[in-house]
């Protein structure tokens, strides 16, 4: 079975299941009444969700987050952002369902908590990488550059697409990131930071 007839088939059970279709609801509602919603909260009731309807939990996960695109959609859209960022931050729900797939031979997602930077909108694909605003955390100095705790960074996520990683593509999307996260930057140095998990 392929993934948009399981995701369908696991969709209709929750559709069908009347309580269940309510507790879904109510966490679509929830995003729209709130960006910044408590999104561990959120996970831990889609996963009650899943075992109610009797989908697998990683199942539950993409079909929540896919209903939430929509409305992620129109909060880009109202915070003046290109519909093609949204578009392309969207494209990491493709990735992570390919990878789960490949890892646990089911139609999902197995990385829940990850979703937080991206429907939050803090975390966005720029070309061929993903970036977000992060502090540094400690104090650091090397080569003449002198960086506080809270001096903020552009942490580099690298998405597992399938597709080539070459120099050209980084650096463009570095460039892209530059200019995207200027406004956070002013006076201080925009830095990258990436390590991997």
Excluded at 55 to 84: N, R
Excluded at 128 to 157: A, M, W
Aim: charged share 30%; aromatic share 14%.
């Amino acid at each position: 079975m392929d993934a948009r007839k399981e995701l369908q088939s696991a969709l209709g059970k929750i559709i069908d299941n009347k309580d269940v279709c309510t507790a879904f609801t109510e966490l679509l509602e929830r995003y729209d009444e709130d960006i910044k919603c408590d999104f561990k909260a959120i996970r831990i009731q889609m996963q009650e969700i899943s075992s109610k309807a009797g989908i697998h939990e990683f199942a539950g996960y993409l079909l929540l987050f896919i209903s939430l695109s929509k409305k992620l959609k129109q909060y880009y859209l109202e915070a003046g952002l290109d519909e093609t960022l949204w578009f392309d931050s969207m494209c990491d729900l493709k990735w992570k369902l390919m990878e789960c797939k490949d890892i646990y031979n089911i139609w999902g997602t197995f990385v829940p908590n990850w979703y937080r930077g991206i429907f939050h909108m803090e975390c966005f694909r720029l070309g061929r990488l993903q970036f977000e605003i992060k502090k540094i955390g400690r104090d650091y100095q090397k080569n003449g550059l002198c960086l506080k705790t809270d001096s903020p960074v552009i942490n580099v996520h690298i998405p597992r697409t399938g597709g080539k990683l070459d120099r050209e593509s980084v650096l463009e999307a570095y460039k892209l990131a530059s200019e995207f996260f200027k406004d956070v930057f002013q006076e201080e140095p925009i830095v990258f930071v990436c390590k991997s998990w």
